[in-house]
């Protein structure tokens, strides 16, 4: 204190007990009551600092943490600068912008979305380019400042420091410094000017912070990429299992616990030997944590019998070597089974059905030509003439159904050949064609007065028809009529092939325009021949005319309705669909 207050008490200026003395005698005294005054202030300040950052929790790991943890302290450096307003703006390395980093405290968030700083421009840029401070009494008229600020904020003086990460070794030397943004104080209150002590104190709250908001950003980076891995874990439809060398379950995927029928929970830290009940899965987990050796192998798994392919995967220690935990993958490759089975029994009931009328035509053929002797009369040969055309009409549809197929399986597209089609004409004209090669079944075609033409690919039309017309007729085997009937639906053209025959069953009804699926669990429908492409292609066919086919309503025992959907302008619709 002496250094800081003169004594006088003694000097020239009159003796002590003198009024005039006692009044210098009194100044003096007020003097240094001021002076302690300042330095317990000082003091005061320092220790709330001190304790700001004490109440910093040292690890704020989600983005609401961090934005509390800088509201308070936000307010305990406007308390202790005395200052109306506090800023932090960090470097966006990106965009070389400085961003207001939430919460700024005397700022209204209207102001603060108008905050727009370059790395380079005003008294912030120069901060954070030169990494040294800036105080600034004059706001209005300094140089430095930028005026569209300085008037957005109502800034009268403020304080700038840097944000300065600094790194250090175990011996607390200094290895590393780097600056992640500036912050501002406004307006000393009190309507006084800042000065060198609150730069000092700044700086010191400053690197505080700076420690903080970089520990945070780190956490949270961190906890937002490990709850984004554990939400593509969960939501995968993959099972992942990984099992430490210790046999410790690390992770469970709710795929792995539905695969194994587990209740669902977390299974992290249980022993697989407790969690996992025995058999192929923890077979396999074993076996290649034993030998140390990548396996893939394909189990079926629960009452369906559904088929996995499971592939262990080992992750090893960096430093040893050794192995460190086993990754399973569960692929549920039951669908592609199945389609792989269907498809081998595709290929022996094509050559059946293609070698069943080649039998026939031959047959009759050869009959016929065997026949020197006039054994049969003209109307048998006509019939077994008739029989070979038919045979003939058969395989053609056989053959052009594998040939749309096999355009569909590669990828080319249908390409239609749109005329105007009267829908009249060609449903009476299916029908027509359908008749002769039954007498059980009457085939009718009715079509509504207002049809008009539509624009369709006449032959695949004809093809959907001929499909659906003939499974009509099949599966229909004690006969009764089959109707095709057109009307006018909304500006589209319905038609419906309804027959009176087996019916569907009900858990095949989703599945039957999938191709080579069969009612193959039946024994009516399985007596009657087939290929399971039929509805496959006419769903294509539709959907090539920009329409749609459906089951409309089966009954076992009753029959069925077929129902398609087709637009005046495929054109129109299939632009529509591609935009
Ligand atoms: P398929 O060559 O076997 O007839 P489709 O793809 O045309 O192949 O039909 C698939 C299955 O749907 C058929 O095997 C049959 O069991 C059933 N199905 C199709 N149409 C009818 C129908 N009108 N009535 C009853 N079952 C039908």
Redesign the pocket.
């Known amino acids: 204190m002496s250094d800081t207050v003169s004594d006088d008490r003694n000097g020239q200026n009159g003796p002590p007990d003198s009024p005039r003395g006692l009044r210098r005698e009194l100044e003096h005294y007020r003097l240094v009551v001021e002076e302690m005054r300042r330095r317990i202030r000082s003091l005061e300040d320092e220790l709330e600092a001190a304790s700001t950052m004490a109440e910093v929790p040292s690890v704020v790991v989600t983005r609401p943490e961090l934005r509390n943890t800088l509201g308070r302290l936000v307010k305990k450096v406007a308390m202790i600068i005395q200052a109306e307003k506090v800023l932090l703006l960090l470097h966006q390395p990106d965009t070389g912008s400085l961003d207001v980093l939430p919460p700024a405290l005397g700022i209204t968030e209207e102001q603060a979305n108008a905050i727009n700083i370059h790395a380079d421009e005003g008294v912030s840029g120069w901060v954070f380019q030169n990494r040294e401070s800036v105080v600034f009494n004059d706001a209005l008229n300094d140089p430095r400042t930028l005026k569209h600020l300085v008037s957005l904020l109502a800034v009268r003086n403020g304080v700038c420091v840097p944000l300065v990460i600094k790194q250090r070794d175990e011996e607390e030397r200094l290895v590393d410094e780097r600056v992640i943004g500036v912050m501002h104080v406004f307006n000393k209150r009190f309507d006084e000017d800042f000065g060198n002590e609150d730069m000092r104190l700044l700086e010191m709250l400053a690197e505080q912070a700076a420690a903080v908001i970089s520990n945070a950003q780190l956490y949270i980076q961190l906890t937002e990429a490990k709850e984004e891995l554990e939400d593509a874990f969960e939501s995968i439809h993959v099972g992942v299992i990984v099992v430490n060398r210790e046999g410790v379950i690390r992770l469970l995927n709710p795929a792995a616990a539905g695969m194994l029928e587990l209740r669902d929970g977390d299974y992290s830290g249980q022993a697989m030997c407790d969690a996992l009940p025995p058999g192929q899965v923890r077979d396999l987990i074993e076996v290649t944590l034993d030998t140390g050796e990548e396996r893939t192998v394909e189990i079926s798994m629960g009452d369906d019998r559904r088929v996995y392919q499971a592939q262990t995967t080992l992750m090893k220690r960096e430093d040893e070597g050794g192995v460190e935990s086993v990754v399973a993958i569960f692929n549920d490759i039951t669908e592609i089974r199945r389609v792989e089975r269907m498809k081998t029994a595709f290929v022996s009931t094509v050559s059946h059905e293609l070698r069943t009328p080649l039998t026939s035509i031959k047959g009759f053929i050869s009959t016929l030509l065997e026949d020197d002797e006039g054994m049969y009369d003209e109307e048998t040969r006509r019939e077994f003439l008739i029989i070979i055309n038919e045979e003939c009409d058969r395989l053609t549809r056989l053959i052009s159904d594998l040939l749309n197929i096999s355009k569909i399986e590669s990828g080319r597209g249908l390409e239609l050949q749109l005329s105007d089609v009267d829908v009249g004409q060609l449903i009476r004209r299916v029908a027509a064609n359908h008749q002769p090669y039954t007498k059980k079944h009457e085939i009718v075609a009715e079509a509504s007065d207002d049809l008009e033409p539509i624009r369709a690919d006449a032959d695949k039309l004809t093809q959907i028809l001929d ?2 017309v003939g ?2 007729v ?3 085997p004690n006969g009764g009529t089959v109707r095709i009937v057109a009307t006018n639906e909304d500006g589209t053209v319905r038609l419906d ?1 309804i ?1 009176q ?4 069953p009900e858990r ?1 009804r989703e599945h ?2 999938q191709r080579f ?3 193959d669990d ?1 024994i009516d ?1 399985r007596s ?1 021949s ?7 292609l ?1 769903q294509h066919l539709a959907h090539a005319h920009g329409g749609k086919v459906w089951l409309e309503s ?1 009954e076992v025992g009753e ?2 309705t ?1 129902s398609l959907r087709l637009p005046k302008d495929p054109e129109k619709v299939i632009e529509q669909r591609a935009d």
């Open positions: 499909n659906l499974n009509a099949k599966y229909s092939v027959d025959g087996l019916g569907i095949h039957i325009f699926h069969q009612v039946d429908h009657i087939g290929t399971g492409i039929g509805l496959y006419v089966s029959g069925s077929f």
